[in-house]
């Protein structure tokens, strides 16, 4: 457990974070200059060789994550509200965390598929900040990211088109004794 993090650690690695919106995951890491060939092999590796061996654990992560930025709290819940209002069909409809329910159910062979789906050369950006030479980065970049193939499979895009909004859209939020305590117009 935990030892994708214990080897950029053991590098002087700082800010180690992930975060995941609604059009893009994104890993972020600061390493010294000197580790830059590591973090090549390490996020390369990352993408080629997935390890899901703490599936469950954050599955629950994801769960309090759930609880605590929306079904506990009143600018979560009228976030949710307001994705509803404002879009009809398109996924942006729903928050990029989940339903407690979706979260709870979703199988190891569904987010391996998502993976394999999303997780591309054709769709991934890499972002270097620091005192680098441009050619040489691109020569390491290109020694282990150049292992990943583009799968034949186009990527996958979303097609649907929202329907013309004619009229307002309102939404509100109840405290538990049923009285308004946001409205959105």
Same mark, same amino acid.
């Given at each position: 457990?935990?030892?994708?993090?214990?080897?950029?650690?053991?590098? @002087?690695?700082?800010?180690?974070?992930?975060?995941?919106?609604?059009?893009?995951? =994104? #890993?972020?890491?600061?390493?010294?200059?000197?580790?830059?060939?590591?973090?090549?092999?390490?996020?390369?590796?990352? %993408?080629?060789?997935?390890?899901?061996?703490?599936? #469950?654990?954050?599955?629950?992560? %994801?769960?309090?994550?759930?609880?605590?930025?929306?079904?506990?709290?009143?600018? @979560? !819940? =009228?976030?949710?509200?307001?994705?509803?209002?404002?879009?009809?069909?398109?996924?942006?409809?729903?928050?990029? %965390? @989940?339903?407690?329910?979706?979260?709870?159910?979703?199988?190891?062979?569904?987010?391996?598929?998502?993976?394999?789906?999303?997780?591309?050369?054709?769709? =991934?950006?890499?972002?270097?900040? @620091?005192?680098?030479?441009?050619?040489?980065?691109?020569?390491? %970049?290109?020694?282990?990211?150049? !292992?990943?193939?583009?799968?034949?499979?186009?990527?996958?895009?979303?097609?649907?088109?929202?329907?013309?909004?004619?009229?307002?859209?309102?939404?509100?939020?109840?405290?538990?004794?049923?009285?308004?305590?946001?409205?959105?117009?």
């Amino acid at each position: 457990d935990n030892q994708f993090s214990q080897i950029y650690e053991s590098k @002087g690695a700082e800010d180690l974070n992930a975060q995941t919106a609604k059009d893009y995951t =994104m #890993y972020v890491v600061s390493l010294p200059k000197n580790s830059f060939e590591l973090w090549t092999f390490m996020e390369a590796d990352r %993408i080629i060789n997935p390890v899901f061996r703490q599936f #469950y654990d954050e599955r629950e992560v %994801i769960r309090e994550e759930r609880r605590s930025n929306y079904d506990d709290s009143p600018q @979560g !819940k =009228m976030y949710e509200q307001l994705l509803f209002a404002a879009y009809q069909k398109h996924p942006y409809r729903f928050s990029n %965390i @989940g339903f407690a329910k979706d979260i709870e159910q979703i199988p190891l062979s569904e987010v391996k598929w998502l993976h394999e789906t999303f997780y591309r050369p054709d769709n =991934m950006v890499v972002t270097l900040v @620091g005192d680098l030479d441009p050619e040489e980065a691109v020569k390491v %970049i290109e020694k282990y990211f150049g !292992k990943l193939k583009n799968p034949e499979s186009k990527k996958p895009t979303i097609d649907i088109v929202e329907p013309v909004q004619a009229k307002e859209r309102t939404t509100k939020l109840s405290d538990p004794n049923s009285q308004p305590y946001l409205v959105l117009a």
